[in-house]
């Protein structure tokens, strides 16, 4: 917005400017979405934003971070409270080492809403950015004006205050020949981005870089394409993923005039992640290195600055504060201060993967890239000594066999964690963990092709789920042999070949029997084994079932899917071994599944029964204690959008554990793993397991629900309990009517 523009003749312009971007849009369907090769990592792409607190012990520790991981360049948020603070002491210090600043400048919220429109507003802002300039201007490498100019709620910034920030700033910045950025757009918005961009352009007064915050947490996974854009029928239409939305950015800022495009802030928040994994800090360093790896092989960004070093929420260091003490103006837009103390601080997986991941990929270039859409992640790189070494990974939740992607086999290869540990024993397949691969001195390892890895099954629709990678140091594997399909997780004492022979069904069929629990239409047994004692599901398809069991998975693949999903969210249920399915006829064939045996257990069955008996305590343990864990881990399934559809009170198994009942959901093969639950999914599984109990101790179980979910689940829950029994007692009525006929 220039002095001579009225802000009508401003919105005019923009509001012209962003019909003819969204116009132009539309060639962006030609954009690439898949990763380049030949691509030069040089040692100035990775970053990351740092605050300080006002223990000056604070500064050492953030210095000896940044040294450890080989950072060389910083990105702070510097405002009006900077100046004779914490603020200008950790920016002192850091220019007195050999790391460049990247410092991000602007007003409080309040004045950021209103520098359009009144003067003192202006001039305040003037004379902070004159002595920010006049102080740094011969030390600090790049200024960058505003933050998340599209996010008022946050800054304060909306279209016209941000332009009259930048009006005032840059002729400042022109006098110091300054090498200035912006204008800071949160998240892919490209609208923005288009908008102020052509006003700075109108002006002559363009960023050398073009700065945006390019998120995709919400999306979950880095690869993932955004749905939110016009809706999930457009997913896969505009393909915009990662990848894409950078090489977007990039093309409007060059287009612009801008010279380099940086991603200055992004992250994922351990207590998001937390909501659906069992790991969330781990899951922090998975998409780490999946996001900065797709970010540097798209060729689009000239730097990538990770997300705060120190935080509870979303930190690469735990800084030990509680999360409820998180700032009300966002980290992203205003990273202000440390919260926690320096006693406390303790360096995440996160910290060790990016630690990691600068010593292999600083200065190394791509040779060749795959980001499949059949959820496998593929690349191969060179190292400045020209040191071929490979990364690959597939996509949450799945693994393939490293044969199928290697079919000549790796000889001699050193394989290595995301966190840099060397592999005792080889790893039989790629998982959502980031895998790196070496080959010895004196051999080559055989490039795969790409149409090889583009061609390999989709993992998604295969849909055989992985279990969480290294949680107990066993290794999983898909298994296939002339007649049976499935997966295995393989015990340390021997190889995949010997635990697939032990667990075939025709092998555990004439295993020793420690007991049979049912055989009816199914068959549940436990075996005893060179490995352990087991549970074995014996499926059996009968009567219609031999026709509606065409047309969906086996009940074993589905246990097995189900149970590996529930633990990866922290949901108890026996630890999956094995399932085993024919090649042809899967559904309506035999199948089997296969699990840790649970010693000790009782039901909620036998938890009802107690308590309808009268007595006070089962176990050792009150009953109220029981209702509670039982309504509890109830509400916290549901809560990760898990339904039972089958929630009985049988299959309903605890153990004792150090005095304390430790719940496991089984008969899961029914389950659904959803988005989010409606009230109305949720009552399918409460007025079932509330079936056999007194109301008095209804409104009891219900209430540790309620409790445990922060409301009430529904007004209308007896209703639905009522219902529930009324149908069971008509149907046991019609079957007693036709038994009596025979």
């Not at 809560?639 to 605890?654: E, K, P, Q």
């Amino acid at each position: 917005m220039n002095s001579d523009s009225t802000p009508q003749q401003t919105w005019l312009r923009m509001i012209k400017e962003i019909i003819a971007g969204l116009w132009r849009s539309r060639l962006w369907l030609n954009i690439a979405s898949t990763p380049s090769s030949l691509v030069t990592i040089n040692n100035n792409f990775f970053g990351i934003n740092i605050a300080t607190s006002a223990d000056p012990a604070c500064d050492d520790y953030i210095i000896q971070a940044l040294q450890e991981l080989g950072i060389k360049h910083i990105r702070m948020d510097f405002s009006y409270d900077s100046f004779d603070s914490h603020g200008e002491r950790l920016l002192d210090r850091i220019l007195a080492t050999d790391i460049d600043v990247m410092l991000d400048i602007f007003p409080p919220k309040d004045d950021a809403s209103m520098m359009h429109l009144e003067q003192l507003v202006m001039q305040r802002w003037q004379q902070f950015v004159n002595r920010v300039f006049d102080s740094y201007h011969d030390k600090v490498a790049i200024f960058e004006i505003g933050n998340t100019s599209n996010r008022k709620t946050w800054s304060g910034f909306k279209p016209l205050p941000y332009l009259k920030a930048w009006e005032i700033a840059r002729p400042l910045a022109d006098r110091y020949a300054l090498t200035i950025a912006g204008p800071n757009v949160s998240d892919f918005e490209p609208i923005y981005n288009i908008a102020y961009l052509k006003e700075m352009q109108r002006s002559h007064s363009v960023p050398t870089i073009h700065t945006d915050n390019l998120f995709v947490e919400r999306v979950i996974e880095p690869e993932a394409y955004d749905h939110r854009v016009l809706g999930r029928w457009a997913t896969t239409l505009l393909r915009l993923n990662l990848i894409k939305k950078a090489r977007i950015i990039d093309i409007i800022g060059k287009y612009l005039g801008c010279s380099q495009t940086f991603c200055t802030y992004t992250d994922w928040t351990v207590k998001r992640l937390g909501r659906r994994n069992i790991d969330p800090e781990q899951k922090q360093a998975d998409y780490l290195t999946r996001y900065l790896i797709l970010a540097a092989a798209s060729g689009a960004l000239d730097r990538v600055y990770w997300g705060p070093l120190l935080c509870s929420r979303d930190g690469i260091i735990d800084c030990g504060s509680d999360w409820e003490s998180y700032p009300k103006i966002d980290n992203v837009s205003y990273y202000q201060s440390v919260r926690g103390e320096v006693s406390a601080f303790r360096k995440r997986p996160a910290f060790y993967a990016l630690k990691y991941l600068l010593t292999r990929l600083n200065d190394a270039h791509c040779i060749q890239a795959v980001s499949a859409d059949n959820g496998i992640n593929h690349f191969i790189f060179a190292n400045s000594k020209q040191q071929e070494f490979h990364i690959t990974w597939c996509r949450d939740g799945y693994a393939v066999p490293l044969m199928q992607i290697y079919p000549a086999g790796l000889y001699d290869a050193n394989f290595y964690t995301l966190l840099g540990e060397k592999y005792t024993e080889d790893p039989l397949c790629v998982t959502e963990q980031a895998l790196f691969i070496d080959s010895s001195p004196n051999t080559t390892t055989v490039r795969p092709q790409p149409r090889l890895i583009n061609n390999l099954p989709n993992l998604m629709t295969e849909n055989i789920a992985a279990p969480i990678p290294n949680t107990s140091k066993k290794q999983f594997t898909l298994f296939q042999n002339e007649e049976w399909t499935g997966a295995i997780i393989v015990d340390p004492s021997c190889s995949a070949e010997e635990m697939g022979e032990k667990l075939l069904p025709e092998t555990i069929e004439d295993a020793p029997i420690v007991k049979v629990l049912r055989d009816t239409r199914n068959k549940i047994w436990n075996i005893e084994t060179t490995v352990g004692t087991m549970t074995i599901k014996l499926n059996r398809a009968q009567g219609i079932k031999k026709f509606s069991y065409r047309f969906q998975d086996s009940k074993a693949k589905r246990h097995w899917n189900n149970a590996t999903t529930m633990l990866r969210h922290g949901i108890n249920t026996p630890q999956p071994i094995a399932f085993f399915e024919r090649h042809q006829r899967k559904g309506i064939e035999h199948n089997y599944y296969i699990t840790q045996f649970l010693e000790n257990t009782f039901s909620a069955r036998d938890v009802f029964a107690s308590i309808n008996n009268g007595e006070s305590h089962l176990r050792g343990i009150k009953h109220n204690e029981l209702l509670k864990v039982i309504g509890e881990c109830i509400c916290q399934m549901h809560n990760v959008a898990i339904l039972h559809r089958d929630l009985s009170s049988g299959n309903i198994l605890l153990t004792i554990d150090n005095g304390e009942a430790k719940p496991y959901f089984i008969d899961i093969g029914r389950a659904k793993i959803l988005k989010e639950l409606t009230t109305r999914q949720r009552m399918i599984d409460l007025m079932r397991i509330c079936f056999k109990l007194s109301w008095a101790d209804r409104e009891q179980l219900i209430s540790y629900y309620n409790a445990h979910l922060g409301r009430e689940v529904a007004t209308w829950w007896r209703w639905a309990v009522r219902y529930y029994i009324f149908k069971q007692r008509s149907k046991r009525f019609i079957k007693g009517k036709f038994k009596k006929r025979k």
